[in-house]
């Protein structure tokens, strides 16, 4: 049983890398990067002058403010909209593809249990969701750093908080950490909803209008105490809470611990749905 598992598993990571719609969209998240950090290389010092323009008469700024940290900070940032859209696109792409193209049949018609099937494609969604993060992360920390360098971090999240170098590396980090729990709950609702609708087009369609929506649901922060952090929309800003002056490991570990239950109950549902569906 096991070794069907690995098989399917090696199969599906087969697939997701032979269709060019991955490749394209690793390499828009790339292109988005260097758009960026061009951006910033033009215009990221007059922008600096306006924003920190009255700050600047009472406080004393020692060492370049446009720095690879700051960068770094405007592509985690991308976890908003962006990112989450391009793993909703591919991920789905998964299973319309198949179901499309008729090759869902032919594999079913093979013997192989629905429910290991689509198990499978939740694993590789899952990690892949993961491995892009990282990817992210590493190539706009590499490129941030090797053309702008290091220095001290401001952010404004609720105040406008600076964190020395080495702080604010260390929280970089950790916010991509956090940004992964979030982007696997989009890539999995994707593929819950790939599994309801069995088309390209509508599954596109439906995951943007909940990304969007989901974005307008936390602008709104619905809910109070205990009812506000168990709301899903209010979780997906986890990774922002490490800008905050003082970390809040409490808050932020309840917060992850709450948006893996949605990410499990996801997936349990979406394996239900596909095994109760008929697939012709």
């Known amino acids: 049983m096991q070794g069907m598992t690995n098989a399917i598993i090696r199969a599906e990571w087969f697939k997701l890398f032979r269709q060019s719609r991955t490749w394209y969209a690793l390499g828009a998240l790339l292109l988005l990067q260097v758009v960026l950090l061009l951006n910033a290389w033009y215009q990221g010092g007059s922008i600096l002058d306006m924003l920190l323009d009255n700050l600047k008469q009472s406080f004393h700024f020692q060492g370049e403010l446009l720095n690879g940290h700051l960068l770094v900070y405007i592509v985690l940032n991308t976890m908003w909209f962006h990112l989450p859209l391009i793993l909703m696109i591919v991920v789905s792409g998964m299973l319309t593809t198949e179901a499309e193209t008729g090759t869902l049949r032919t594999v079913m018609m093979t013997g192989i249990s629905k429910r290991r099937y689509i198990a499978s494609k939740f694993r590789v969604a899952i990690s892949f969701t993961a491995l892009t993060v990282v990817l992210v992360a590493l190539t706009s920390g590499s490129l941030s750093y090797l ?134």
């Open 147 to 280: 053309f702008f360098g290091t220095g001290d971090l401001f952010v404004f999240h609720g105040a406008l908080n600076f964190f020395e170098s080495p702080d604010a590396f260390f929280r970089l980090g950790m916010a991509f950490i956090a940004g992964i729990f979030s982007m696997v709950f989009f890539s999995v609702s994707s593929l819950l909803l790939a599994v309801i609708f069995r088309e390209t087009v509508k599954t596109w369609i439906v995951a943007a209008f909940f990304l969007i929506v989901s974005n307008l649901l936390l602008q709104m922060q619905i809910g109070q105490g205990w009812t506000r952090k168990l709301f899903f929309a209010n979780l997906n800003d986890t990774w922002q809470l490490f800008f905050e002056y003082h970390i809040n490991w409490a808050e932020i570990g309840v917060s992850l611990l709450i948006l893996t239950i949605y990410i499990a109950a996801i997936v349990v549902a979406g394996i239900w749905w596909f095994d109760k569906k008929d697939i012709a």
